[in-house]
Structures are given as structure tokens and as C-alpha cells.
Nanobody
């Protein structure tokens, strides 16, 4: 099942965006859902994850206190609320699913096409 990330766009530094991740027509059954990002010329990096059933959350140090991951059972959707955005947050953001509690990209699957977030200074 490929996941669909949406909600990206252009925002000024200090602004906010909320990304959404859904699996159209399917129900999330994986243990954890994660958000990753990849800036031009850089490797894909972990941003945040949430355990689907318990709601337990974990964040990369670079976004802790600014980003919040959440999930909505009824809508079968995972969100990433991004506040106090910085130019260095500019990247394509992806959501993915995992059977593990992990931060490395190779532990995740069901990658979608991603959504571009651009933060201007």
C-alpha cells in the first residue's frame, strides 16, 4: 500500500504547515508510522514517528519542540504539524510505515511520492 503525503507548500521562516499522510481505501495496520525528509543533495533523514495504537511519539532532535506528529483513527490519517519553520526544514517530506520502532529509512516501507516544503528566509 503506497501512502500519500500532502500539505506541502511555500512558507516564510517562522510560519507553519500541516502535512497529512493517508492510504486511500486502506486501513493502517502497521505498527508505526513515520515522517522523513530529504533535502537536495542530502540523504533521507528521520523526522518523527508515532505508534499507531498507543500514540507513543518520538522526534529527531532537530524538530523537537517545533513539530508534532499525530494520528486520527476515524480518518485513517497521520499528521505532521510543523511550527516555527526554518529554511533548513526545506525538503521533500515522506511518510512511511514500519513494523519496528526504528529511525532508519530501510526499516520502513509503503513510501509515497512525498510533498515539497519550502521555507523562505
Amino acid at each position: 500500500v503506497q501512502l500519500q503525503a500532502s500539505g506541502g507548500g511555500l512558507v516564510q521562516a517562522g510560519g507553519s504547515l500541516r502535512l497529512s499522510c493517508a492510504a486511500p481505501g486502506r486501513t493502517f495496520s502497521s505498527y508505526a508510522m513515520g515522517w522523513f525528509r530529504q533535502a537536495p543533495g542530502k540523504e533521507r533523514e528521520f523526522v518523527a514517528r508515532i505508534v499507531w495504537r498507543s500514540g507513543f511519539r518520538y522526534y529527531a532532535d532537530s524538530v523537537k519542540g517545533r513539530f508534532t506528529i499525530s494520528r486520527d483513527y476515524a480518518k485513517n490519517t497521520v499528521y505532521l504539524q510543523m511550527n516555527s519553520l526554518k529554511p533548513e526544514d526545506t525538503a521533500v517530506y515522506y511518510c512511511a510505515a514500519s513494523a519496528l520502532l526504528a529511525t532508519r529509512p530501510d526499516a520502513y516501507d509503503s513510501w509515497g511520492q512525498g510533498t515539497l516544503v519550502t521555507v523562505s528566509s
